[in-house]
């Protein structure tokens, strides 16, 4: 199967014609060029249309200017009228001066220069008021050049986002992306943009579908929806490139070189035991299915959600190391599992049963309390806090990648090194493809199940592989799945701080813990305050600094309300305060 992938993945990349030439530069083609020319003929059309709002600005001036040149005219007559007249008067009284005296002469002489005068004021006046008229002109024509740039500008928003857009496709990221896509993707990519680039960015919507802008805001809703969790586009890497790369790089076991050894423990479909490669001398843990209806199938769909864990390092780093599989029979349809053996492998289920608790653990985590005066409550609260961190984290990982573990509880959390890690995946359903997952039938441990038992409404139709993986998004944002696990991680909590439940089988569904919590509509406050004041039950360690470990617990414990909502999941319980502080 590996060989087949790989080989039909070459075909694809071989024959597939690339519009990049050997240097890695993009191959030029007719198609710009004519939307270059079909921008320049529409600039052109543009600038040969003469708007009403320069018209009007026109005729404006030109009244102006006329009122201006007849002011100038009928001041210039006026003056020219007293002049002539000054002049006469000046003739009369040189000839009244040879008849009566100097005198007279003198008079007119004086006459004329005041008429003059005049006549200089007369057309510096009207040459100001010319000025002003003209200031004031000039001013009108650039209100009304400045107020039709804004009414262009606000006419073509829809050019300008288009304009936007085909900068940033034609820029050096968009070019680096363009480059290290796949031959099919990108020839996809090419073609979805030059029909957009076509249709002026209106190509599904249309022009009056909102224009350019709501025409982006449909891409990014769709690229939102492929990256929304548990992520279409991350789905389509991990079945494709990432599928064949860890399928090449897992490793091949042979029955001959495995040599068993104890028995380090078991459950209703299988059994774990420490083994050796005699071929490296590495230990290992196997785990082989047991011959009961249904744990074939379980013990193939563990395989195959180890293998999706492999493939995400954030993810593995939280879980038993996976290195493959062999089988014990050949031709056998049930596969051995393997793993690399790390040490400590006592789970949390053993700690919680030490009457020294929690001493032990901190030894374990390496996290002895360097103030010898920490009474017990915070000692277990700082331990709680650890190993609540690093559960939430890679719950909420796996949760990223579509997985629902399914599980949760004391006994699946194993010490490897010093950090609890999070082991048997035989009950996880992968959300992407459907992978494990019957929405009629639930498995689960009743002693840290949800009170819904289903990680999706019993309603919810089984999908092919392929369809799920695209609707994968809206199925996790209407049925949030992965509140089943935070659930199971609340009650790990719970026995983790409170004494009282950390007992073998405290939690079964018939005993007396789960009936108070069901009586109480699985409101932990109100249980509480029953057994605290009847039972006398210990909550010190869940009340450290001011009550924050408590606030968490009762997020974490409580029962879904009409929309499936109603509890915090894994990821945002670690952003709750008792798990962000310091520990």
């Not at 007279?104 to 004329?112: R, T």
């Not at 409580?558 to 499936?564: A, C, E, F, H």
Request: hydrophobic share 40%.
């Amino acid at each position: 199967m590996t060989a087949m992938t790989i080989a039909h993945s070459g075909r694809v990349v071989a024959h597939s014609p690339s519009p990049w030439n050997a240097r890695g530069e993009r191959r030029r083609t007719a198609e710009p060029r004519a939307r270059g020319r079909r921008r320049s003929r529409s600039k052109r059309a543009t600038s040969s249309r003469v708007s009403p709002l320069f018209a009007t600005a026109f005729d404006w001036n030109a009244i102006v200017g006329s009122s201006r040149d007849d002011l100038f005219r009928n001041t210039t007559a006026s003056s020219t009228n007293a002049v002539r007249e000054a002049g006469e008067g000046r003739a009369s009284a040189s000839a009244d001066a040879r008849g009566g005296g100097a005198n007279a002469a003198d008079g007119a002489d004086a006459e004329f220069m005041r008429a003059s005068a005049t006549m200089r004021d007369v057309q510096d006046g009207a040459v100001g008021v010319g000025k002003s008229a003209e200031i004031e002109v000039n001013a009108s024509v650039a209100d009304v050049r400045d107020f039709e740039r804004v009414a262009k500008g606000a006419a073509s928003d829809g050019d300008w986002i288009s304009a936007s857009v085909n900068r940033a496709l034609d820029s050096e990221l968009a070019t680096e992306v363009e480059r290290n896509l796949p031959d099919v993707v990108r020839r996809a990519f090419e073609t979805q943009v030059e029909l957009e680039r076509a249709s002026d960015w209106t190509y599904y919507l249309g022009a009056n579908g909102g224009g350019p802008g709501v025409e982006v805001a449909l891409y990014a809703s769709a690229l939102y929806y492929l990256i929304a969790k548990p992520g279409v586009v991350s789905w389509v890497f991990d079945q494709t490139l990432a599928r064949a790369v860890g399928s090449a790089f897992e490793k091949k076991f042979d029955v001959k070189n495995i040599v068993r050894g104890r028995r380090l423990g078991s459950g209703s479909f299988g059994a774990v035991f420490a083994a050796t490669d005699i071929t490296t001398g590495k230990e290992l843990v196997i785990k082989i299915a047991k011959s009961v209806e249904g744990a074939s199938e379980l013990q193939n769909a563990e395989a195959y959600i180890n293998r999706r864990i492999a493939r995400a390092p954030l993810v593995a780093s939280g879980c038993a190391p996976f290195l493959g599989t062999y089988v014990e029979v050949e031709g056998a349809r049930t596969p051995c599992l393997v793993w690399a053996y790390q040490p400590g492998d006592s789970s949390l289920e053993a700690f919680l049963g030490d009457k020294f608790f929690p001493s032990a653990l901190e030894d374990a985590l390496g996290m002895k309390s360097s103030n010898e005066g920490d009474d017990v409550a915070r000692r277990v609260n700082r331990v709680a806090k650890k190993i609540m961190r690093d559960l939430l984290s890679t719950t909420a990982a796996l949760h990223d990648i579509g997985i629902i573990h399914r599980d949760l509880k004391p006994a699946n959390l194993v010490l490897m090194g010093n950090k609890f890690k999070l082991v048997d995946f035989g009950a996880a359903c992968d959300m992407r493809t459907g992978e494990n997952y019957d929405p009629e039938q639930g498995l689960l441990d009743p002693n840290y199940s949800p009170p819904e038992q289903f990680v999706m409404p019993q309603k919810t139709p089984r999908a092919p592989p392929f369809i799920a993986g695209f609707l994968s998004p809206f199925v996790w944002t209407l049925g949030q799945p992965q509140l089943f696990d935070s659930y199971s991680a609340g009650l790990i909590f719970l026995q983790l701080t409170v004494p009282q439940l950390r007992g073998k089988n405290v939690t079964a569904p018939n005993g007396a813990f789960q009936r108070r919590l069901e009586d109480n509509a699985y409101d932990l406050r109100k249980w509480r305050r029953e057994v605290e004041d009847q039972l006398n039950w210990d909550f010190s360690a869940l009340d450290v600094n001011g009550g924050v470990a408590w606030d968490l617990a009762c997020r974490l414990v409580s029962k879904r309300n009409v929309i499936r909502r109603g509890r915090l999941d894994c990821g945002a319980a670690l952003a709750h305060p008792f798990i962000a502080t310091p520990l």
